[in-house]
């Protein structure tokens, strides 16, 4: 290759850059974290948005940093069109309930499918609030496609993996990503996703085994102790094998391992893999995310919450402990009033740290290493965009603000 | 300073054009070229988050009067004082958060103080009118509901020894025809350890097998079924579900979108419906005593059931959250209610062996 073509290559590609920094951010973090306390939660819609806002203006693509222009009054309006729409469902199935209950207590089954259908709705229509929203050189994202064929392949899709053991995961996120890049734009740019199911089957089936498998192993190993303790008893001596008693440790540490280590990975993995199919028109993006910073943001966050529930849980003993010797027979009432009552602000404001926490070492290292990891290439096709008429949704996340994901997603 | 060059977006297409600033004493002249693009007037230029490149502040701007999304971006830093000082309202951002963020605390507080006071004042009074409006019917489909589940939880068979039940039923006769009910009431007893009776909806009363033990007279037992026939005249489990149903509501409002706030909700609900409940057992013990003296008979022992009952379980450090009045309290209320004329007893001395043995 020539000197002057490797120049051109070059210049086509931009590498996207992260400009915030952790201290910065965490001003906004803890600031909508308190407020949220005196204002019983909803501050957080206000929070999101400066968290968003913040995240948003410091992520670089070539020359212009991304812009997001949603608002907490339409996140409001969204959450309480929800709550709306989520009212007469929760009334609509306890009367439902009256009836089915006649045959059969306590049926509850298709509650769940009716939450999970609405969930998968509300995380479409979320990704499409934050997308309309998002501009980029005075042009917005646009996003058409419907929350409820969405939500109908994501059962499909769900379904089969259920049935394969989770063989099928990688082609549900590439049918998934896949129908709603079909349905984004950049101004005229029409969007689309590249990237297949086979490539992240390629890049994961290591960790899908190593699931399965220990899975199955610790399924094994207790089926085979109690099968063998039930053969002794059947001798007339009921004793578990030596073994046995370390099958709770294994299972808790298993599950540690998922959670902490196979899920990071996995995540680390698949965005990588996402961000790499993308395509914007002419321009193409790729990701070279490495897995060590995804799966730090996730260990600190879960260590941070630890060593919360450490000091919050010795902070309650020491309420408690403190509040003893003030307690005689006539005040019992207003001592376990008083105890009560600052148990439950110290968990409010426990609550209130884990989701700082969270927000500070999981969403935004995790969003600080994706963006600083991805590169684009024919950027310049962008300079022949121009405005679409496709109008930016008027109402915030709705549905997925109202069931509350936890408090992580920005 | 009176020239500056900027990156300007007109919000149609995406193309990045390198313009020149003029600031004239009233707006901001965009050209390119020499060419006038767009002309901001100082009061309305909006401030759009700014960024970062290579460790400098970049000032991002809007105007209210063009394309909604049309940006200049100036990254020089003479050029950004010299517009924080013609358009000084770009510069206060913080103190435009802290006024919204004292706003919505304020409107919040306001918002929670008007919930919890419909919760605490306005939910009973509403029970209280509703609950006579629920058609008898409905409430006993609804007690067919709590029925199902109440066996669930108690999952021990029903006692129906031959004399045991007839004497239930002559004592559930003779104290009916005394209390005016509004529907038609069953009374049986369960194989249960604990010492309780429950009323469920649609006149379901259940009198759990621990208690049988610990009732020392005929009198004392019609006290109990009495007071729980009070529950069902006064219609108490509709108050109560209706009560229940709406302060859930109220605070779910409230509290529900703080992820986790579940706990504090049933606490609060808690201390709402002990204060509740504290009159309506009273109301259920006046009732009782009404129709122990109509029949003749003593109120009294029921007092003296609840006050041994007290003696047992002591003080405990959770009474404020538990349904009940403290027993020692209503055994004094009851003790005090006189007796004009003393009637014959509601069961004989064997009746009242049979009832006690009805589970055996």
Known sequence: MDSEQATTAQAAETRAEFTGNGSDFFDIVWRGGLLQLPTFGFYRFWFITQARRYLWSHTRLGEDSLEYTGTAKQILLGFLIAVGILIPIYLGYFLIGLEAEQAQAFASLPLVLVFYALFQYASYRARRYRLTHTSFRGLRFTMGGSGWAYAARAFGWDLLTFITLGLALPWRAAALERYCMSH??????????????????????GLWLLCVGSFLLLIAGSGASIYSAMMQAGGGKATLPPGAALIPALTFLLFALYGLVVWPLFKAVQLRWRIGGWRIGDVAFASDLHKGPIVGAYFKGALAIFLLSLLFALAVGVYGWALGPTMTELN?????????AGAAAIYLLFLVCCNMVLSRFVTYNVWASVAASATLSGLAALEAAAASSMAADQMGDGIADAFDFGGIGI | MERARA?????????????????????LLISENDQPLARWLYGELARHDDGRHGGQSVLRLGARSAAELARLEIADEAAIAEILRRAPELGRQSRRLTLEALRIVGWSIAAAASLIASAWLLMPLIAERLAPLVPVSAEMRLGEVANRQIRTIFSGKTCEAAAGSAALSLLTERLNSAADLPMPITVQVINHPSTNALTLPGGRIYILSGLLPTVASADELAGILAHEMGHVAHRDVMRKLIQTGGTSFLLGLLFGDVSGGGAVIIGVRMLIDSSYSRDVESDADAFAARSMTTLGRPAQPLGDWLWRLGQKDGASALDIFRSHPQPNERAAALREIGLNRLGPPLLDEAQFKALKAICS
């Open chain 2, 7 to 27: 990156a300007y977006y007109d919000g149609a297409t995406a193309r990045r054009r390198s313009v020149q600033l003029a600031f004239e004493n009233d707006a």
């Open chain 1, 184 to 205: 984004t734009a950049f101004g005229n740019l029409q969007g689309r996703f590249e990237a297949t199911g086979g490539q992240l089957f390629k890049r994961a089936w």
């Open chain 1, 332 to 340: 019992v009432g207003q001592v376990a009033l008083s105890f009560f």
